[in-house]
């Protein structure tokens, strides 16, 4: 296989020898065609070779050569072409893999991460997901459900990771964006209630609450009032205005649950698994409406694999918990114990990129029965790459990022004080990526929040700039990523297979 790859890069393609690398994990030999992963100074392509013209081969588009010995063809990161690797390889296809009892969603907003990490996924004993966006993330950096999934299929064959993936469709809100998802191969779906649900009655006080109760219908109260008392195994005790707020902030979005479970088993995704999510509230979820919202799922037979709570203290974006570990720690056990009771699902742990301060007591409490999802971590890791081996390519971020804070400010809660980060201009160049180290938060939730306008296309010039760096740098990169997840997987102790 070697021979032949080597013999039709260095002969059949001599506008860019010496230039082309390929990727020894990739290389693949079937009876039709050998295969890999490569790329040169200017994009990153499968290589096939063959000795006879076959469909196989001529199924992937692209320009083939030849010396009449062996054709070789180049073909590009395209959706047919990520069509075909699947066809060919199903394991570069995505799975469900929620149900196993740890997963880790990994996030890729560059497309370029999934390689690196599906590295240390061959050593760590979870089921990754690799292929993970929401609406926001999508429609910020110009990709769809489906580009996001070929992405993850073109990094699961360069990395020669066989050992199966999910793909995630991502706080999604609408029939219309889960249709989309299907569509796109993805294998699991985290519905976000948080257009559902009526948080305004966890506050309110007990004559708003009571008035808005008793215009409910009738069977639905008396089933609430026999259903919701106390769970002396769990230590829960529902006094009358809980149950009233129950009923008020969930049961809409209960019913909506119902109707996207359905949704799904008669369009295609009864395998999908589903993730409800309850976290995009102001309030910590009490125990109490945890065990609501299970036990109103499981009575309306909506089949969940996984949920997502509020949790107590502040799960910001690119940067470590932040609120009392010793009441979070009391809190979360709770929560724990609640899910574990119910033995259907496991928590789901939302913004967990970089929150190393709780990931051992999360791992310790859950027995590993979880799921930790992080989306921006590997984004900042790529500027971490920058900021070391291309210091006026950063500072360009730097800038580019400021000019558009008040618009990413809008989309993410963050409370860093940006004004005390110092002009880019006056740090030396070793000192740029001190920017990003873990305990500078300002410097950390600055490049985390504007990937759109980085990425999106609003300074094409510079989302070039930043595509052909982390193609230069792919192993720079994937050392970054390595280290990074490698200290998210062990704080979590998540063993080694």
């Known amino acids: 296989m070697k021979n032949i790859l080597e013999k039709s890069i260095v002969q059949q393609l001599p506008d860019v020898k010496g230039k082309v690398i390929y990727f020894p994990d990739s290389v693949r030999k079937t009876e039709y065609f050998t295969i890999c992963s490569a790329q040169d100074e200017g994009s990153r392509f499968l290589l096939l070779a063959t000795t006879i013209r076959n469909a196989a081969f001529d199924a992937f588009e692209g320009e083939t ?9 180049k073909a590009p990161l395209s959706a047919k072409n990520a069509a075909q690797l699947r066809k060919a390889f199903p394991w570069t296809a995505p799975v469900p893999v929620l149900r196993e009892r740890c997963s880790f ?25 690799f292929a993970q966006q929401s609406v926001r993330e999508l429609t910020l950096t110009n990709r769809t459900f489906q580009s996001v999934v070929d992405d993850a299929t073109f990094q699961v064959f360069q990395a020669g990771y066989e050992g199966g993936f999910g793909a995630d469709g991502d706080h999604l809100k609408s029939f ?25 009655f966890a506050s309110a006080d007990e004559a708003t609450v009571k008035a808005a109760y008793d215009a409910l219908d009738d069977s639905l109260k008396a089933r609430m009032e026999q259903s919701y008392t106390e769970v002396p195994e769990l230590g829960l005790k529902f006094t009358d205005l809980e149950r009233m707020r129950c009923a008020l902030i969930y049961t809409q979005a209960m019913d909506f649950s119902a109707q996207v479970r359905t949704f799904l088993n ?7 698994d589903l993730e409800i999510s309850i976290d995009e509230t102001t309030a910590p979820t009490v125990p109490e409406h945890h065990f609501f919202v299970a036990s109103e799922l499981k009575y309306r037979g909506v089949n969940f694999v996984s949920l997502a709570p509020r949790f107590i203290g ?4 690119g940067i470590d918990y932040i ?7 009391r809190q979360f056990a709770v929560h724990a114990k609640i899910a574990a009771w119910f033995k259907s699902y496991k928590l789901s742990i939302h913004s967990g990129s970089d929150k190393f301060s709780v990931f051992p007591i999360i791992g310790r409490l859950t027995e590993g029965r979880v799921h930790v999802k992080t989306a921006g971590t590997s984004w900042l890791e790529a500027a971490n790459m920058i900021a070391q081996e291309e210091p006026a390519l950063f500072r360009d971020m730097v800038k580019c990022a400021f000019e ?11 409370t860093a004080d940006f004004d005390s980060i110092p002009a880019v201009d006056t740090i030396a160049d070793a000192d740029l990526v001190k920017l990003l180290d873990a305990d500078n938060i300002p410097g950390r939730q600055l490049i985390h929040i504007t990937y759109g306008a980085m990425l999106g296309g609003k300074y094409p010039e510079l989302t070039a700039r930043i595509r052909k760096a982390l193609l230069k740098n792919h192993a720079a990169y994937a050392a970054c990523i390595n280290r990074h997840f490698t200290n998210h997987l062990e704080k979590l102790l998540i063993g080694k297979k």
Do not use: W
């Open 314 to 317: 502040e799960f910001q974006k």
């Open 65 to 73: 050569t030849g010396d009449g010995e062996i054709l070789v063809k």
């Open 323 to 329: 609120g009392d570990l010793a009441e979070f720690e």
């Open 176 to 200: 219309e964006h889960i249709k989309q998802a299907l569509d796109a191969g993805v294998t699991m779906l985290t519905l976000d209630l948080s257009e559902q649900l009526k948080p305004e």
């Open 266 to 272: 008669e369009n295609g995704g009864a395998e999908t």
């Open 404 to 414: 558009s804070l008040a618009d990413a400010r809008k989309l993410y809660h963050v």
């Open 105 to 129: 969603g990994c996030g890729d907003r560059l497309g370029c991460a999934t390689s690196a990490h599906a590295e240390l996924f061959k050593i760590y004993d979870a089921k990754p997901i």
